[in-house]
């Protein structure tokens, strides 16, 4: 890890400096695009003028509803330069889900590509501090939101060069909404320092990358992951880094020879695709040394080496909060040893400790929540947006509470055991139970709704919706159901399997018994759409 005493930056001076070092070194590549370190501050300077001049000030949040493409890149650092903050969303929002972080954000200003546009559109009547839409795409035909200047990002002022004081490490960069356990989606205030040391931990410190490695990458710059994880890295490197806007196992790994990447970065749900792929000649003919998916069970960590002669880790476990909470030991282990199926040692630059419901710690050996604070700068957030009575709940005791079941082991290592019950993973994204409540619920035949995580035979959740009916016995036809969940959930918050059930089982407070219903996940009057052949395909996600 990090020394104390090395310099704190913001990111234009980092970039500044990598400029300084190297200007014309390949540093992003988006697809077919791509930009040198001088290019991108060139960029940043010239973007964060033009926003300037439609009237964003320092301050302002500006949302992206974008897929991954060298925009995004340009915005992030123009947003960095002039002291606006990002609000990055993920591509897969709709109606409610997209219509609360807007609203949550105050975001006047949302840059959108052409099925962002569409998205924005459906909820636009919603959203009073709108005032301005910025097209990635050209679309002449398009028609105008009522009441909302519309403008061609290609068409952005390119006046004189704007002084822009320069921020500070510790100063706000970006909102980053993440999905917890419960309650609604919360905004994550993120600055400067905390986005450079998360690429920093995870390309230096844990996995060992250099300035000669190319980073390859099908991660969103809509996440954590992709921005900090992926561009962050090689900016602190001062690497190369590549990113593809879609992942595809067929073509993985010629794709990162294609670029000259050595070292990869992604999810687990990935290796579980290439390693279904049938085996072939090819498996070994790439370029990479490593790759990191998380999560991985050690099994395929092991055969996935095994098969294509490249070293696997799950690298450790963080949240939007605070990443990484711990890491795999692979690197620079302190006594050499490496369990593949913990997630590492805790961060030396935090203390973790996991506690009792009265947050008394527990015994070693014994599970208890994950609860964290930090010993450096920089190594976490500074709290949810608008939010300041759930940032003093997350913060009860002075800890930080994750809301993550684990155990630490009589060697030090972390194993992440569970997530609170109310939280789902599916698609590698965090779904909160209570907004996919709250969006089913808009249906007018469905009274009452708790949905719960089911098991999957890949590392992540299904989703089972438990549903009582306004009317009862008149059911809902599961095609109809569906076509609702299509047309207003994003596609991986969609439920797999529903149930029509009489009522709900509630406690003597009314509150709903979930691990009743999850006792029984799939009984016999369960409804699996998959079966029925009614899924979304990847063409159909944004749609």
Known sequence: MAVPGEPRWSIPELLADRVGRHPDRPFVRVGDSSLTYR?????????????????????????????????VVELMFACARSGVVQVPLNTFLKGEFLRYQLLDCRADTVVVDGPGLESVRAVAAELPDLRRVILLDREPDAPALPGVEQI?????????????????PGD????????????????????????????????????????EDVIYTTLPLSHLSGQSQAVMNALNLGASVVIDPV??????????????????????????????????EADRAHSLRFCSFTPLPSALQLAFEERFGVEVSQLGYGQTECAPISYDTRNGARDGVRDRDSVGRPSPWLEVRLVDSEDVPVPAGQTGEIVVRPLAPDRMFDG??????????????????????GRIDERGLLHFVDRKKDAMRRRGENVSSIELEAAILRH?????????????????????????LSVPGEPVAPEELFGFFRDTLPYFAVPRYVEFVPALPRNAMGRVLKHELRANPLGPGTVDFEALGLTITADRRRV
């Open 384 to 405: 949810y947006w608008g939010k300041p009575e759930a940032t003093v709940e997350a913060f009860r005791n002075l800890w930080h509470h994750t809301g993550d079941v």
């Open 152 to 168: 061609a990002y290609s068409d952005l002022p390119t006046g004189p060069p704007v002084e822009f004081p320069t921020p500070r």
């Open 39 to 71: 290019g991108t501050a060139d960029r940043a300077e010239a973007v964060a003028t033009g926003l300037g001049a439609v009237g964003v000030q320092p301050g302002d949040r500006v949302a992206i509803i974008s897929a991954s493409r060298i925009e």
């Open 444 to 468: 007018p035949r469905v009274a009452e709704v708790a949905v719960h995580a089911v098991a999957s035979r890949a590392t992540e959740d299904d989703i089972k919706a438990c549903i009582v």
């Open 247 to 280: 992942f595809s196992a067929s073509t993985f790994f010629a794709r990162a020879t294609e670029v000259g990447a050595t070292v990869s970065l992604g999810v687990g749900a990935m290796a579980h695709a290439l390693a279904a792929r049938p085996p072939s």
């Open 172 to 211: 706000l960069f970006s909102l980053l909404y993440t999905s917890g356990t419960t309650g609604m989606p919360k905004g994550c205030m993120l600055s400067h320092a905390y986005f450079l040391q998360v690429g920093r931990a995870w390309g230096e410190d844990l996995c060992g990358f250099t300035s």
